[in-house]
């Protein structure tokens, strides 16, 4: 080693160990720097050099390794500025790291301070902090201290004489707190756009979300009112057409931004657009019994445009003109009315005007009232008022709620009979007949009664009538219809005096005798009327037995009822009259204007029809109660 170099060496040595006793003697201008005993000036802890640590300075430094933040001084050689030094801090407890050793570039032994001005106007002055770090000192020149920092600047410098310029800011604002804030999302859209700013061929989405708190968690958006989805990359819409794409971000905080929207047209990439929008209607709310709408109805309108894309969709309620349409429109009007609708896309074209009619009725109260039941008596009376031979009773129900559902009477205390037909009292004797009646609510009338007296009558033992019964065979489809022909058998049963003959009727022809089965082949739908009586004259009601036959590739009802809805005399079920599938419609099978003995027989007829209907998918179980209730209220068979 040269002469020169040991010189060097040996003079550093002499000019660090002058320098600390130098400045251990030296009195500061700030106060108490000390190089080995620790003071408490608003420093929560620091680090002395080794061996001169006491229990409150161990404290410390334990709750040091939780502090939130570190903030770390280096020096080195230099007399003019830090090494390095931070501008910035968030408020709370901080390290503070001073560091003057040969690791941060000091290799000439040299002190320096870190100290925080705690006399300067405009600073903060809430903290004091005065370390002295050397490298040859016990602790290698690297201290810690434990602070609490508060929003502001706080002003440090180095108070080593001569190293004035060795100073500083440090800028410290308030903590992060609770992040309440939702991240920001934006959207770009992409491509090439004609003169009215629709996409010409396709279309591509970009989004992007920002957050500065917690960050953002996911981007999702909603095309058309679809389901959210992920947004992992951009969406391209290249079908023509208009569309809406919503979109949101979550941060990690769960924050959600409010849905943002995007409205796109994209038009074809070559020919003029000239095809004018469809429109939908679509009337929702509830329906009564003929099909009128409760309270109040609502008319949404959706329009679509293959080409340009919808510009506008436009409504005229009862006449009163366009109007932009932006939401359904409820109408709770009662009456009928009608709305007209039309739409008008980016070309241009507008659709021709469309229409919707329907009626409003005000809602109903609940039925609690039962039907109003009267009857009426008739036949050949003596001047005692006693019926001669034989006395008819009728029974009217009616109710203006729900409806009847069925009339019943008692004849001398025989028990409660379903009334299909008037009853006929031909037994002499005095006689006493109850009625009464329900409606659909299930609320039942009071029985009434009503009393007559019939004389010159028959005996009782020749009172009873025979038990007709008939039936049909055959091949039947899959709608009941038998096809190409439906064989009918008739058998009656007498205990006493013994049947005498049959007879029966098919369509309005005249009752005939019954011999034997016998074939009906004539597409269509069929009413036969059979009956019976006995040696004693007593003849059996009517009954009627309504069947249908149907041929292959045949039309099974070449004259139909082709009606709209399907009409049981005075009320409109306004249940669609749909064909059955083998030419008849709902209304050929019902035959509301068949000779019906009574409405009970119409009512249970139009339900076996119904629930058939049902269960081929031909009707809705909504349509074919409909259809039972209208049956219901209607005067067929009445």
Not at 111 to 130: A, E, I, K, R, W
Not at 478 to 501: H, N, Q
């Amino acid at each position: 080693m040269s002469r020169q170099k040991l010189f060097r060496q040996k003079l550093s040595r002499l000019l660090a160990a002058a320098a600390v006793s130098a400045f251990v003697a030296l009195p500061l201008a700030s106060p108490g720097a000390v190089a080995a005993e620790p003071y408490d000036g608003g420093v929560t802890s620091w680090s002395s050099p080794a061996g001169a640590k006491d229990q409150a300075t161990a404290e410390a430094e334990a709750t040091a390794e939780a502090a939130d933040q570190v903030l770390t001084w280096t020096a080195d050689a230099s007399v003019s500025e830090y090494a390095t030094a931070p501008a910035t801090a968030t408020a709370g407890a901080a390290t503070v790291v001073f560091e003057n050793s040969t690791a941060t570039g000091n290799n000439i032994g040299m002190s320096h301070t870190l100290t925080f001005d705690t006399s300067t106007p405009g600073y903060n002055h809430d903290v004091t902090l005065d370390i002295l770090a050397n490298p040859l000192d016990n602790n290698g020149g690297r201290y810690e201290a434990e602070v609490v920092l508060t929003p502001g600047t706080y002003r440090y410098f180095c108070a080593i004489p001569g190293h004035g310029t060795m100073m500083g800011e440090l800028v410290v604002t308030e903590g992060p707190g609770e992040d309440t804030t939702a991240p920001v999302v934006t959207a770009q859209v992409a491509g090439q756009q004609d003169a009215d700013g629709a996409y010409i061929g396709s279309a591509t989405v970009n989004l992007a979300a920002e957050d500065d708190s917690s960050g953002v968690a996911s981007v999702e958006y909603s095309l058309d009112g679809g389901a959210y989805v992920p947004y992992t990359e951009p969406v391209v819409l290249d079908e023509p057409g208009t569309y809406t794409l919503e979109h949101r971000a979550t941060d990690n905080a769960g924050n959600v931004s409010e849905p943002g929207t995007v409205n796109v047209v994209v038009v074809p990439a070559d020919g003029e657009d000239t095809t004018a929008p469809v429109v939908t209607p679509e009337v929702t709310g509830e329906l009564d019994d003929n099909g009128a709408y409760v309270g109040s109805a609502t008319v949404s309108l959706a329009a679509l445009d293959a080409g340009s894309g919808v510009a506008s969709v436009e409504y005229d309620l009862d006449g009163a003109g366009w109007t932009a349409y932006t939401d359904p429109v409820v109408v709770e009007e009662p009456g009928e009315h009608t709305v007209s609708y039309r739409s008008t896309d980016n070309a241009g074209n507008v659709s021709e005007p469309g229409s919707a009619t329907f009626t409003v009725v005000e809602p109903s109260q609940e039925d609690t009232t039962p039907p109003t039941v009267t009857t009426q008596v008739t036949g050949e009376q003596d001047a005692d008022g006693a019926y001669v031979a034989s006395a008819t009773v009728a029974i009217l129900a009616e109710d203006a709620g729900s409806g009847v559902a069925r009339v019943e009477y008692d004849l001398d205390g025989a028990g409660w009979t379903a009334y299909t037909d008037p009853v006929v009292v031909d037994v002499t004797g005095a006689h006493t007949v109850s009625y009464r009646a329900t409606d659909v609510a299930g609320n039942t009338s009071a029985p009434g009664t009503v009393e007559l007296v019939v004389v010159g009558g028959s005996d009782p033992p020749d009172r009873t009538p025979p038990i007709a019964s008939a039936q049909v065979d055959g091949d039947q489809d899959e709608l009941g219809a038998y096809i190409d022909a439906a064989t009918v058998s008739i058998t009656a049963r007498d205990d006493e005096s013994g049947v005498a003959f049959i007879e029966y009727a098919l369509a309005d022809t005249a009752f005939r005798e019954y011999t034997g089965p016998f074939d009906v082949t004539d597409p269509g739908a069929h009413a036969l009327a059979y009956r019976a009586t006995d040696n004693a004259g007593n003849i059996t009601r009517t009954g009627t037995l309504r069947f249908s036959v149907s041929r292959n590739a045949t039309d099974a009802c070449p004259v139909s009822d082709e009606r709209p809805t399907v009409i049981l005399g005075n009320v409109d079920s306004r249940v669609a009259n749909v064909d059955t599938g083998n030419g008849c419609t709902v209304a050929d099978l019902v035959d509301a204007d068949g000779g019906w003995v009574s409405h009970t027989a119409f009512v249970s007829h139009v339900r076996q029809i119904a629930d058939r209907l049902a269960a081929a998918g031909t009707l809705t179980a909504r349509e074919a109660d409909r259809l039972v209730r209208a049956a219901n209220r209607s005067d067929v068979g009445r």
